[in-house]
């Protein structure tokens, strides 16, 4: 499988993330799970419950982290002519007179109001390596849909 490329501040924003689930995340989940267990019967209790999915899903997240961590290419963020992972894109359909704005890449890139491409869909797939001016066809779950690419990289 490919590596995840991701901007360099969205690959530490994950690695501080993963760093405070695996310390303060951990404790707190023990502290909250150790408080439950003083509550009594454990097959009847909520709290206990509610402690341990939680503990399930913070550790399958830091499982997530880890596996993406370790075979991450950090893009170097620089301006770009043509379509590549990390580069946001200004879109139209055909038929269409709406500009619609995307970043492509990871959806740990992600950013408030700008929805993602990821660049293996077959939107992203189509995108990849084009440059603005371009009309591309890529399939859709609804049939064939082109697309202009109005700009890319603004």
């Not at 439950?36 to 830091?62: C, F, I």
């Not at 893009?75 to 007179?97: C, I, Q, T, W």
């Not at 995307?102 to 293996?120: K, W």
């Not at 797939?125 to 603005?132: E, P, R, S, T, V």
């Amino acid at each position: 499988m490919a590596p995840t490329k991701l901007s360099a501040s969205t690959y530490e924003r994950l690695r501080a993330e993963l760093d405070d689930l695996k310390t303060r995340g951990r404790v707190d989940i023990a502290r909250h799970i150790e408080a439950a267990r003083m509550l009594g019967d454990l097959s009847e209790n909520g709290d206990y419950h509610a402690a341990k999915d939680a503990q399930g899903k913070m550790e399958a997240r830091v499982r997530q982290l880890e596996a993406m961590l370790d075979d991450v290419e950090v893009l170097d963020g620089g301006p770009s002519e043509e379509v590549a992972a990390g580069v946001k894109v200004s879109l139209r359909y055909v038929g269409d007179d709406e500009v619609e704005r995307y970043l492509v890449g990871s959806i740990e890139e992600r950013d408030a109001g700008t929805p993602v491409i990821s660049p293996g869909s077959p939107l992203g797939q189509a995108l990849m390596g084009k440059k603005a001016g371009t009309t591309v066809t890529y399939d859709a779950p609804s049939g064939q849909l082109e697309v202009e690419i109005v700009s890319v990289g603004d």
